[in-house]
Nanobody, 113 residues
Framework: QVKLVESGGGLVQPGGSLRLSCAASESIKTIGVMAWYRQTPGNDREWVAMITAVGSTQYEDSVKGRFTISRDNAKNTMYLQMNSLKPEDTAVYYC???????WGQGTQVTVSS
């Protein structure tokens, strides 16, 4: 079964940018849909963005125009470019596929001055 590992999180000031990566243990060419999620303490994990095998994308309303999801099948990696970050974007970010597989460790994103 494919394993996904998130990276790229960190501390950034409001208005700043980060790029998250989701590296797969095997080819993602056959994975139809991949997605990013995020979770804050005490809350359910929420969907943020998704991308299909042909590159169609969808975004949760609060990140539209600020976040961009992409995938590089040759590198077996999915990305989330996050611009104009806000304090409310602070969360642990996870990637997964559909249908879902066991969650990874995630990567912490903290937006604070």
């Amino acid at each position: 079964q494919v394993k996904l590992v998130e990276s790229g999180g960190g501390l950034v000031q409001p208005g700043g940018s980060l790029r998250l990566s989701c590296a797969a243990s095997e080819s993602i060419k056959t994975i139809g849909v991949m997605a990013w999620y995020r979770q804050t303490p005490g809350n359910d994990r929420e969907w943020v963005a998704m991308i299909t095998a042909v590159g169609s994308t969808q975004y949760e309303d609060s990140v539209k125009g600020r976040f961009t999801i992409s995938r590089d099948n040759a590198k077996n990696t999915m990305y989330l470019q996050m611009n104009s970050l806000k304090p409310e974007d602070t969360a642990v970010y996870y990637c997964n596929r559909l249908p879902k597989i066991p969650w990874g460790q995630g990567t912490q994103v903290t937006v604070s001055s």
